[in-house]
């Protein structure tokens, strides 16, 4: 197996070297963290010098380094979609499918019609699924060639832009939804804010982390995701910015297609988000709790490169 260094990886995507960014904790501020992982996965023979940390404060899971933005812009603009797998028609077939899995799974909290958003859209195969009952839908991605072919072949209502520069009026949307895309975007909180803006009062969201699962099933952390959400995170970024988490699961809400995905929903609430995360952290995150988690890595076969026996004392 062929571990690249960086210079390498920037070679091999075709993208030009970037400098890194501060890697304090997105969630919480604290920039202490351990370890858990340094190489992630491209393809079965190829890995690079990625890191997994994980925050000793709240225990949020994120990839370091971390990059200036106009990396993250370049490489979903042009090179996401290219490396992975599976054509276009495929993609949104599956898309689709998940939509009406999610419809039904969230039917009993949803309003009958409404306003939608999905954030990350790719070509609009999720909306299809609510447009068909009657539901105003609107998506954003920065991909191209995904949202001209769900223009072209699904009539979807589709911008392409990063979802930073998201441009919704305030208090439009009934429902909103990031199915796996806020682990890709640069600044969770910006895109997580631009969303509340744009959320009526009492409006829904719904976050889906697949970081993990992807992880959990090709046993080596994946190169594309700069954070892994679980259900804990989940629901500190609901609070940080003016959800209040219903509930978190790990069922199958969105069909076959994602299994071990973490899903949450929360409702916008008027009482205004702390000015940063310290506030949501009630206490460090104890030794235990990290031991544990190191505990559960090992536990699913998670492969280790130089980092061979993380332990909580390590940073």
């Known amino acids: 197996m062929r571990i690249l260094s960086l210079d390498e990886y920037f070679e091999y995507i075709a993208l030009d070297p970037p400098s890194q960014q501060n890697p304090q904790c997105e969630l919480c501020g604290t920039s202490d963290h351990l370890v858990l992982r340094d ?16 925050c000793r404060n709240c225990a949020h899971l994120y990839q370091l380094p971390r990059f200036e933005e106009h990396f993250y812009r370049s490489y979903y603009n042009s090179a996401y979609r290219r490396i992975l797998s599976g054509s276009q028609a495929s993609v949104v077939e599956d898309q689709i499918s998940r939509g009406e899995h999610i419809y039904r799974s969230l039917e009993p909290y949803l309003p009958e019609k409404g306003t939608m958003l999905d954030v990350g859209a790719s070509a609009g195969g ?26 072209r072949n699904l009539q979807a209502d589709l911008t392409v832009a990063c979802a930073e520069d998201m441009k919704l009026e305030p208090n439009t949307f009934d429902f909103i939804l990031i199915t796996g895309s806020l682990e890709h975007v640069f600044d969770s909180n ?11 009062q009492g409006a829904l969201l719904f976050l889906e982390g697949r970081g993990l699962a992807l992880t959990r099933k090709n046993r080596a952390c994946g190169h594309s995701h700069r954070r892994f959400l679980t259900q804990a995170s989940i629901r500190l970024f609901m609070n940080k ?15 076959p297609t994602r299994p ?31 031991a544990d988690i190191v505990r559960q890595f090992d536990t699913w076969g998670i492969e280790i490169s130089v980092v061979t026996a993380a332990h909580p004392s390590n940073s």
């Open 39 to 54: 190489t992630a996965r491209i393809n079965d023979d190829l890995r690079v010098k990625f890191s997994m940390a994980c």
């Open 126 to 151: 999720i909306m299809m699924a609510f447009r068909k009952r009657g539901w105003d839908t609107y998506g954003t991605d920065p991909d191209v060639g995904y949202v001209a072919y769900g223009i």
């Open 190 to 200: 910006k895109v997580l804010a631009i969303c509340r803006r744009a959320s009526k």
């Open 241 to 255: 910015h003016g959800w209040s988490p219903m509930w978190t699961t790990d069922k199958e809400l969105s069909g």
């Open 260 to 290: 071990l995905s973490v899903f949450g929903l929360g409702q916008s609430v008027e009482t205004p988000p702390p000015p940063d995360g310290r506030s949501l952290v009630l206490e460090t995150c104890s030794e235990a709790k990290l």
